[in-house]
Nanobody, 126 residues
Framework: QVQLVESGGGLVQAGGSLRLSCAASGRTFSTYTMAWFRQAPGKEREFVAAITWGGSRPYYADSVKGRFTISRDNAKNTVSLQMNSLKPEDTAVYSC???????????????????WGQGTMVTVSS
C-alpha cells in the first residue's frame, strides 16, 4: 500500500514558478513509477509528467515540456514537480499518482495508476 500527500500548491502570477511535492508512505516507494496529473475546472484529468522508479526516464506532456521538471528522491520517499513559466492554462488541481510492478500499460494512462493523492490546487493569474 502507498499513501500520497501533495503540498506546494497556491496562487502565482503568470510567468512565475511553483514547486509541488508529493510525500509517499510505504517501504516499496523506490519500485513505483510516479506521476503528476491535473484537472482544470470543467475538464477531464490529464497527464502532466511521470518518472520511472530509477529516475532515469522522465515523461512529459507536450504542453509542459521545457517548463516543468519532475524529480524524485527515493531516500526521502518524495517526488517533486518544479513548474516554471507558468501560464493561466496551467490552473488546475494537481494530483500525485503511483503505480507499481508489473508496470503494464502506458505511463500516460491514468487508469494504470493504483494510488492517488488528494490533490493540490494551482492557480495562475494573468
Amino acid at each position: 500500500q502507498v499513501q500520497l500527500v501533495e503540498s506546494g500548491g497556491g496562487l502565482v502570477q503568470a510567468g512565475g514558478s511553483l514547486r509541488l511535492s508529493c510525500a509517499a508512505s510505504g517501504r516499496t516507494f523506490s519500485t513505483y513509477t510516479m506521476a503528476w496529473f491535473r484537472q482544470a475546472p470543467g475538464k477531464e484529468r490529464e497527464f502532466v509528467a511521470a518518472i520511472t522508479w530509477g529516475g532515469s526516464r522522465p515523461y512529459y506532456a507536450d504542453s509542459v515540456k521545457g517548463r516543468f521538471t519532475i524529480s524524485r528522491d527515493n531516500a526521502k520517499n518524495t517526488v517533486s514537480l518544479q513548474m516554471n513559466s507558468l501560464k493561466p492554462e496551467d490552473t488546475a488541481v494537481y494530483s500525485c499518482a503511483a503505480r507499481g510492478p508489473p508496470y503494464s500499460g502506458s505511463v500516460y494512462d491514468e487508469s494504470t495508476y493504483g494510488y492517488w493523492g488528494q490533490g493540490t490546487m494551482v492557480t495562475v493569474s494573468s
